[in-house]
């Protein structure tokens, strides 16, 4: 009898420690048998002080992802310290749905020159995005994002937007760049800031390659060295999301309505108003970045651009610290 309930004993020990090595193996390999979920791959490049403002950005994304969504964040960088992970890992930390791995890109695209900019500080990390494509060589498709970018619902609308014989798909620009002299069109011209990605067919294409090509050729004259030489060679097969998906974070809605009006194609201008009030993705492009310098435009402070950035800091744990790191003037 005794020895029955020691061999009992034991057996109920096994049953349990089997079923804790099962939730830590189902957690750590993605498996989706404890919850059904929809599993949304991110990327972001980082370097230098954009851990903060990417962890600004992750943190908003997982703020407004449903419960049933799950983020696999992929964070391409180089030489990031410990640290700079630890605040990063934060979100991963605070929110069960997601997951964050590190993508150490080495010295890649470190031979290649980068032009000078008197309002961008141009890294390495700026290329990063064009090696999507042999970074995830069993997946489909990815979302990549700059880290100056606010999210603001839930992504499974956006990453399932159709990009069906697609190379990207993201906001439009207005065309109004060098890219001019190399392409006839520009109605599938992109902002490179926030795009999906069909990882299948940039395989196929060859897009990677191509563009180191055509960026070593031409570096002397192109003045955004990710935004114009990816368009270049990959225009022909680009498409754009509706208006109301990405917002530049403009200083007013007269600002945001005015920068379509050098577009090529007819742009529904109610839907970039009602993104502006009610913004999908906010991007923080042109008129300065609110964590370098108060921005203006015409001498007047875009101040919702500004209120927006804080507000979302003032959510993470690191808000004192961003205020601290970041000169205000």
């Known amino acids: 009898m005794i020895q029955n309930q020691k061999v009992n004993k034991y057996f109920h020990k096994i049953i349990i420690l089997s ?7 189902s957690y750590h390999l993605d498996f989706k048998i404890i919850k ?23 943190k908003s994304i997982m703020l407004s992802q449903k419960p049933t969504t799950f983020i696999k964040f992929y964070i391409l960088c180089s030489n990031i310290t410990n640290e700079q992970k630890k605040i990063i890992d934060r979100i991963s930390i605070q929110h ?56 603001y619902k839930d ?10 014989n697609k190379f990207y798909v993201g906001m439009l620009e207005n065309g109004d760049f060098n890219a001019k002299y190399y392409i006839k069109k520009f109605d599938n011209y992109i902002n490179t800031g926030v795009i999906l990605c069909n990882l299948e067919e940039l395989r196929k294409g060859n897009i ?16 955004y060295p990710v935004n114009e030489g990816l368009n270049i060679v990959s225009h ?31 742009i ?8 502006y009030r009610d913004p ?22 875009c101040v919702d651009r500004f209120v927006r950035f804080y507000e979302m800091a003032r959510k993470t744990d690191f808000y004192y610290e961003i205020l601290e790191r970041f000169v205000i003037y």
Not at 280 to 301: A, C, D, E, S, T
């Open 268 to 275: 529904n201008k109610t839907a970039v108003l009602e993104a």
């Open 280 to 301: 999908y993705i906010y991007h923080f492009i042109y008129y300065g970045k609110p964590w370098k310098i108060i921005p203006r435009n015409n001498k007047k402070m």
């Open 155 to 164: 992504l499974n609308e956006l990453y399932n937007y159709n990009i069906s």
């Open 96 to 151: 069960y749905n997601c997951k964050i791995e590190y993508i150490d890109m080495g010295n890649k695209f470190k031979d290649l020159k980068i032009p000078k900019s008197s309002f961008v500080d141009w890294t390495t990390a700026n290329f990063y995005r064009i090696e999507l494509q042999n970074l995830f060589p069993n997946e489909k498709k990815i979302l990549f994002l700059d880290g100056d970018t606010l999210i």
């Open 19 to 25: 079923i804790i090595s099962f939730i830590i193996l």
């Open 208 to 223: 990677s390659e191509k563009y180191i090509e055509f960026y070593k050729k031409n570096i002397d004259v192109i003045r």
């Open 236 to 266: 022909e097969k680009n498409s754009y999301f509706d208006p109301k998906y990405v917002v530049i974070a403009f200083c007013n809605e007269q600002d945001a309505l005015s920068y379509y009006d050098k577009a090529t194609i007819k």
């Open 36 to 58: 059904k979920y929809n599993y949304i791959n991110v990327a972001y490049s980082v370097d230098g002080y954009f851990h903060y403002i990417t962890h600004i950005s992750m």
